[in-house]
């Protein structure tokens, strides 16, 4: 066991591990030690300056669940960016969930949505289910505000499939892009050219915003298919 894993075995909370399995199906709940997200995120503090992190981030594919959460952490705490994409290159072909996925957010990125952007679309022509689902989330991480550009709906859109993780990522895109830049977004729901899940997804999630006024939730009411 490596060092690292001991860290994380002293972090154990095994009444959390059984909860959490239910959420990440797709995971072997063997594999899942049961840490917290608080305390990934200060283990990462911790030891992301270690000599043995590096080996750490090295050594794929991981054992442990929470390996991965851990992994996705360190790089979210990355302040160089060529570093911190060369790391998501690298560890992308072991993301297999969601959560995982999720959890790399760097904000380091904020400061290159232009270096960043090429990558995000050669995510989204992945094959591979969570490199898909990480494109389309440094979208809604990155590109709603001031980096938003309306070409970014359509890429978004077209990833619209039969994989569940593919579609909820896309139903939540276009539901933050409905409460961000609504005169943009509301044209792809009023297509109804969405699949029927990812489409009532989508009216769902901005239904739920309080950023939505009356007025627009009764109208995205009307478009559910």
């Not at 399995?21 to 709940?29: H, S, Y």
């Not at 063997?30 to 911790?46: H, M, N, Q, S, Y």
């Amino acid at each position: 066991m490596s060092k690292v894993t001991d860290i994380l075995f002293e972090n154990r909370d095994e009444t959390y591990a059984v909860f959490h399995a239910k959420l990440v199906p797709t995971v072997d709940p063997d594999t899942i030690i049961g840490v917290r997200t608080p305390d990934l995120r200060r283990i990462a503090k911790e030891i992301k300056d270690k000599p043995f992190c590096k080996d750490f981030l090295k050594e794929l594919p991981h054992k442990y669940y929470d390996e991965n959460q851990l992994h996705s952490q360190l790089i979210s705490q990355m302040k160089d960016f060529n570093q911190c994409v060369g790391e998501i290159e690298h560890f992308l072909p072991y993301v297999n969930n969601w959560a995982t996925c999720d959890q790399i957010a760097p904000k380091e990125m904020r400061k290159h949505t232009d270096e960043l952007l090429p990558y995000i679309r050669k995510w989204l022509d992945s094959d591979k289910v969570f490199t898909i689902r990480l494109g389309i989330n440094m979208l809604i991480y990155y590109y709603l505000n001031e980096a938003f550009r309306p070409e970014y709906i359509d890429m978004v859109a077209a990833k619209d499939c039969d994989e569940y993780y593919i579609n909820m990522a896309v139903a939540w895109y276009l539901s933050f892009a409905l409460v961000k830049q609504w005169d943009s977004a509301i044209g792809c729901i009023e297509s109804k050219k969405l699949s029927k899940f990812t489409q009532n997804k989508t009216i769902q999630k901005a239904i739920e915003s309080y950023r939505i006024s009356d007025e627009k939730k009764n109208y995205l009411r009307t478009l559910k298919v």
